[in-house]
Structures are given as C-alpha cells and as structure tokens.
C-alpha cells in the first residue's frame, strides 16, 4: 500500500521544524555562551530572562512545538511503524546538513556515512 501524500507531507514537516528548533536553539546558546558563567555573572533570575528573551531561543521552542504537534497530526494519518523511524532518521541527516550549513560545524566522514546509510534504511521502510 503506498504511502499517502498526507503522511509524507507531515513527515517532511516533522523533519524541518525539528530542525528548524534544534538549529535555533543551538545558535541561541552559542550567542548566549555558558550559562554557569552567565548565572554567576548575573544571577538566576537574570540568566532566565536572557535565555527567554533570545529571538533564536524562542522561535526554536516554537519550531520544536510545531514539530510536536505536526507528529501527533502525521500519527493520525499514518502507521507508527513508518512515521516514527522516518522522522527520527530523516531528522538526523537534515540536522548534520544544517549544522555544517548553518552552525559552520565540522561534520566529518563518519557521520556523513551514517547519515547515508540511515537514508537507506529509511528507503527500505517505504518498500
């Protein structure tokens, strides 16, 4: 039975709001710098605010959000068994793209494999 364009469509959405979230948040936190300075520098009080005032910060937890409730939608449309590897995989080759892409991080050979071959798997799910 092949797979609805519905789930496929929320699947691609999981899979770009999740790392749209894991991106900002990562970049909200190397602005930011460490926190155990940041507290002791200015207190809880005013670490939590900083933190919850980060435009990347909030529009990752935002992404992360959509991403939560664009699964349940894509749950009610499609078997567990598919859409449950297919975003926690596809997620993880989107987020080494967007790390090297985005955050500049050096993502090396290895992991490049891994995500070619966690692509595999997932093409394998569909057949």
Do not use: Y
């Not at 939560?68 to 939608?73: E, M």
């Not at 090297?100 to 490049?112: A, C, I, M, P």
């Amino acid at each position: 039975m092949p797979t609805p364009a519905i789930a496929i469509a929320g699947i691609a959405m999981v899979v770009l709001t999740a790392t749209t979230g894991d991106v900002m948040t990562a970049s909200s936190m190397r602005q930011l710098g460490d926190l155990d300075t940041l507290k002791a520098e200015r207190g809880l009080p005013r670490t939590i605010l900083a933190v919850m005032t980060n435009a990347h910060f909030v529009i990752g937890v935002l992404s992360m959000t959509l991403s939560f409730f664009s699964l349940l939608f894509t749950l009610s449309h499609a078997d567990v068994s598919l859409v449950a590897p297919a975003t926690g995989s596809l997620t993880f080759v989107s987020n080494a793209a967007a790390a090297k892409l985005f955050l500049k991080e050096r993502v090396d050979t290895r992991r490049w494999i891994a995500a070619i071959l966690v692509c595999c798997g997932v093409v394998l799910l569909k057949r």
